[in-house]
């Protein structure tokens, strides 16, 4: 059996399970379902949830095999791919730079802490900077592209 088979049985298998799971939450219906789920009895989703989670995990690490593997084997997309990841980082550093961190209180009453008030500043901060320069290079583009013409 080759590596095509062996994923198209697979992903069939994990398919029809879904649906089986899926059949069986639609036959207890919303009402019995949020009755167990208030005495916390979830075995009712669990399983579908679990599916879920198993093929997410499953595709997560075969697309990051397959990236690596392409990346390995071409020594120049290995050198953009680091340049980009770099720069990334970069952005990421400067928006820690550019943010503060004060202890902040929350509306259920606990207080986010100063690390996390800073590293949510660098999220907001490192946001609007890759906004910026996604806006930039397609303005630089757009009028590359007009110059050129």
């Known amino acids: ?3 095509q088979n062996f994923i198209k049985i697979s992903s069939g298998l994990l398919g029809v399970l879904g649906v089986i799971f899926l059949l069986r939450i639609m036959g207890l219906g919303d009402d019995q379902i949020k009755m167990d ?3 916390g009895d979830f075995s009712s989703v669990t399983p579908l949830i679990s599916l879920a989670l ?3 995990s499953i595709a997560i690490v075969v697309t990051l095999i397959f990236s690596i593997m392409n990346l390995a084997s071409d ?3 290995l050198k953009k791919a680091m340049i980009a990841s770099s720069l990334f980082l970069l ?4 928006g820690y730079g550019l943010s503060e961190g004060n202890e902040t209180p929350m509306k259920d009453g606990k207080v986010l802490s ?3 008030s800073r ?3 660098t999220g907001i901060v490192s946001f609007y900077m890759l906004t910026v320069i996604a806006f930039g290079s397609m ?3 757009s009028i590359k592209k007009i110059i050129k013409k």
């Open 54 to 56: 198993m093929i997410l």
């Open 75 to 77: 020594p120049k997309k």
């Open 91 to 94: 952005v990421i550093a400067i």
């Open 1 to 3: 059996m080759n590596f």
């Open 139 to 141: 303005m630089f583009s």
């Open 37 to 39: 789920a208030s005495i």
């Open 119 to 121: 590293w949510v500043g």
């Open 114 to 116: 100063a690390s996390g």
